[in-house]
């Protein structure tokens, strides 16, 4: 039996899966990120206590003896010694401008990295510099900087591994050409406190689980992985070759496997992410899951087609970006059209969502097979749209829309020699939503002037 940790931003995740590949149990929570002062960490007792009650639970009422670990990127720890530096940075903050400026003049060309220059702690080599810049003395005495799935490899085994998947992803620290480390590494003495590489899924260590009780059980500890990388192994090792995944979730984060790396544009938050394999993939990315939050005012209610129908008969338009990076950066979110009821809102923030799907499909150069997975399958009415937008491309979605966890599991089942899974895929039906295509026409018009006069430095009155 094996326990996944799936640990997003948003919400941390544990799965239960027998060896045929059977999802048996789930359990949730929320991270806590908390004030230190002037910046914003995890709080990873909290969220190292409740990892520890949910694993006790699932070995007492499903005999687990298996842990992985998927983890959300942008995320690194500092470690010294048993213990942990510096608490681990939230990536939703920005560096003080004067540290910011120093951090700038260090970064690598992109076409070294292929990680395009982000806002806040995406790129996570920039917050290590704005860290080095704050307390040089963790650096200094650090003998190892960890990924964040690595971090909880070695909050529960003890060892400390690097992953490629993780340091690949737009980091500003893996050059996927030379298959090395980047200059930055180098130039800020990094290389050595970066462990040694374990594949994803490996078996790495083991954990004492202390019962309610009083009795402990050994558990295999398996080396962590970036998320989307994840799951975008599981389609991959189902034997699909020739695709594009939107893996939905807080993020979405679209891989293209035949887009080739010349066709990726650095200002439209576009990188080449790092397979486990090592191996480079054309990725764009937005932040979806957020933006439908803020856009649609925290709906978390189901939406009626007739609720689109009415925003695309007003002409009520979401324009981007309602979050920081994605491929339409530089202008606040704002609505136009009629002011919107409540459920109006919400149809008109996941035609949104929809929209900016379908055009980083277009910018990836996506023409064959789409598989949708995640978090935003879930609300139905999202895979239809794309699937009506996209009319010459099979569009299929992942029946247990949580490949990131799947692909987890199948990175550890298969360090045991099992492979359980299936693609679990079927076709989605277009929505049929009288209208939806001149609303695209019209709403991709508002975001090209948009786009132009934020090039242009042209600012004018907005609301959100």
């Not at 929570?29 to 995890?42: A, E, M, T, Y």
């Not at 970036?226 to 192994?233: G, V």
């Not at 979405?252 to 990726?264: G, R």
């Not at 080449?272 to 480079?280: H, Q, S």
Request: with cysteine; glycine share 8%; hydrophobic share 40%.
């Amino acid at each position: 039996m094996l326990a996944v940790f799936d640990l997003g931003k948003t919400n941390s995740k544990l799965f239960v899966f027998r060896a045929d590949g059977a999802l048996l149990d789930e359990r949730r929570s929320k991270p806590v990120w908390r004030r230190d002062g002037d910046i914003r960490v995890l709080d990873d007792g909290v969220l190292f206590a409740w990892m520890r009650e949910a694993l006790a639970a699932a070995i007492a009422d499903h005999g687990v003896n298996r842990i992985m670990f998927s983890g959300h990127g942008c995320t690194f720890a500092v470690i010294e010694g048993d213990r942990l530096a510096h608490p681990v940075l939230d990536y939703e903050q920005e560096p003080p401008a004067d540290i910011a400026r120093h951090i700038e003049s260090r970064i690598p060309d992109f076409a070294e990295t292929y990680s395009p220059r982000l806002p806040h702690g995406f790129n996570f080599g920039c917050h290590m510099l704005w860290l080095q810049e704050r307390a040089p003395d963790v650096f200094e005495n650090a003998d190892a900087i960890l990924g964040y799935p690595q971090f909880w490899t070695w909050k529960f085994s003890g060892v400390k591994l690097s992953e490629i998947s993780y340091l690949g992803c737009h980091s500003h620290l893996w050059a996927p050409l030379r298959h090395d480390f980047s200059s930055l590494v180098d130039t800020q003495g990094w290389r050595e406190k970066m462990p040694s590489f374990a594949r994803a899924g490996a078996a790495v260590g083991e954990y004492e689980v202390a019962l309610d009780d009083g009795t402990s059980v050994p558990v295999k500890v398996h080396n962590g992985v970036h998320d989307s990388n994840a799951a975008l192994y599981f389609y991959r090792s189902a034997g699909l070759t020739d695709f594009t995944l939107v893996s939905t979730g807080t993020w979405v984060i679209i891989f293209n496997t035949a887009c080739p790396l010349n066709a990726l544009d650095r200002e439209r938050d576009m990188l080449a992410n790092v397979t486990v394999d090592g191996e480079p993939t054309a990725t764009i990315r937005f932040m979806g899951g957020r933006e439908y939050d803020v856009a649609s005012g925290g709906w978390d209610r189901s939406i009626s087609l007739s609720a689109i129908e009415r925003v695309i008969g007003k002409k009520i338009f979401a324009l981007p970006s309602f979050a920081p990076g994605g491929p339409l950066p530089g202008r606040q979110g704002e609505f136009t059209g009629p002011e919107p009821d409540r459920e109006e809102r919400a149809a008109a923030a996941l035609l949104y969502v929809a929209l900016m799907t379908d055009l980083s499909l277009d910018l990836i150069q996506s023409r064959n097979t789409i598989i949708v997975d995640g978090g935003l399958v879930k609300t139905g009415l999202y895979t239809g749209l794309l699937a009506q937008l996209r009319p010459s491309q099979p569009l299929m979605t992942s029946a247990n829309a949580e490949g990131s966890a799947f692909g987890a599991a199948a990175l550890a089942f298969e360090a045991t020699g099992i492979r359980p899974f299936a693609s679990f895929c079927k076709e989605a039906r277009p929505a049929q939503v009288a209208g939806l295509e001149s609303y695209r026409a019209r709403w991709r018009d508002q975001v090209d002037q948009r786009r132009q006069q934020a090039r242009a430095g042209v600012h004018v009155g907005e609301k959100q």
